[in-house]
């Protein structure tokens, strides 16, 4: 007996949005927050290349050495079809600010690295996909490969850019790590949600190098989180007066964002702070390079990656400025040794 016209389709069909659902649930009980799918169809132009051009990934280099995979997701993975967006909150209350001097770390640094935390729960996804289809390749990406996680959480429905550039997931707010999965399985893809940002700046104008120069365009030139992380050389003394206390990072344009404001925490057990010093860290030991108490407090947070010498030089720019601050106070509260 011959197939029914469009049977074949309409079984290629079922099992796609079977896998597709399958793929969700695995990521809903490996603890991601949320998932969508995007086609690599929706792949496209987003000024990326612009941005590049003009020069504002500062001293990101390997941002522009792989530009082309960047923006060609098929040169990561060939015959790739699909892109597996995974978000998970890492938003966990913060100790209050102990007495003495002390720096500030951002959120996402204040806790055990997320590339290692969420490995074992993508790699789980990557499987789930493989279960439904044997026959798929997959690769994964946990911000570190050149896959462009927010362009595609974007293109897969699962949040939009906000102006400060950051995903911000409905529900969520922008508290969130990103992972992908890309496959060379059809899956089904999700809808792009549409920007609710509106008419507000609050991002733009708190940002106090003013590195947002646009909506959704972060000059990392002028940005405080790519100076006290990735530059290895001495920071320009605009931004430095600009720190305040800040050593690691910085989520001003996070904690003003009002989709924040009601943001869930995180469920995450990885994600809580794992001690006053990573989020708090006092000044006097890093000033000094004390190697070994560095270690004690930073290893294995996404910290190490600006090396202790990295965190001296940034601990004596808020040693600079909590003097500059202290010189402005009346005589009558001024603190005295």
Request: proline letters at 7%; charged letters at 25%; a neutral charge.
């Amino acid at each position: 007996m011959s197939e029914r016209p469009g049977m074949a389709s309409t079984d290629l069909s079922d099992r796609t949005g079977m896998v597709t659902e399958h793929v969700k649930a695995v990521a809903r009980a490996a603890g991601f927050d949320a998932c969508g799918i995007a086609s690599v169809d929706a792949e496209g132009d987003d000024g990326f290349d612009a941005w590049l051009d003009a020069g504002m990934h500062a001293g990101m280099t390997w941002m522009a050495a792989t530009r082309h995979i960047r923006q060609r997701v098929t040169l990561f993975l060939e015959g790739a079809r699909s892109v597996v967006v995974l978000a998970a909150n890492y938003h966990a209350p913060s100790p209050s600010l102990p007495g003495g001097l002390r720096g500030k770390v951002a959120r996402y640094a204040r806790f055990r690295d997320y590339h290692r935390a969420l490995r074992r729960a993508v790699l789980r996804v990557a499987e789930a996909i493989r279960e439904g289809m044997p026959e798929a390749q997959v690769r994964i990406s946990i911000d570190s490969a050149p896959v462009r996680e927010r362009a595609w959480a974007a293109r897969a429905g699962l949040g939009w850019i906000g102006k400060n550039s950051l995903v911000i997931v409905p529900g969520l707010g922008s508290w969130c790590f990103l992972a992908t999965v890309v496959t060379t399985a059809a899956l089904r893809p999700d809808a792009p949600i549409p920007d609710r940002c509106g008419s507000c700046r609050a991002c733009l104008d708190a940002c106090p190098t003013g590195a947002i120069v646009a909506p959704r365009v972060v000059d990392a030139r002028l940005c405080v989180a790519y100076h006290t992380i990735e530059n290895r050389d001495a920071i320009p003394p605009e931004i430095a007066v600009k720190m305040g206390n800040l050593v690691f990072g910085c989520d001003i344009c996070q904690e003003v964002c009002p989709w924040n404001r009601r943001a869930p925490m995180t469920r995450h057990p990885d994600f809580q702070p794992r001690s006053v010093d990573t989020v708090w860290p006092p000044l006097d030991p890093l000033m000094a390079g004390d190697a070994r108490w560095f270690d004690e407090v930073f290893t294995g947070t996404p910290v190490r990656r600006a090396k202790l010498e990295g965190m001296r030089r940034n601990a004596w720019i808020a040693m600079e400025n909590a003097r500059a601050a202290d010189s402005r106070l009346p005589p009558d509260t001024a603190e005295t040794d």
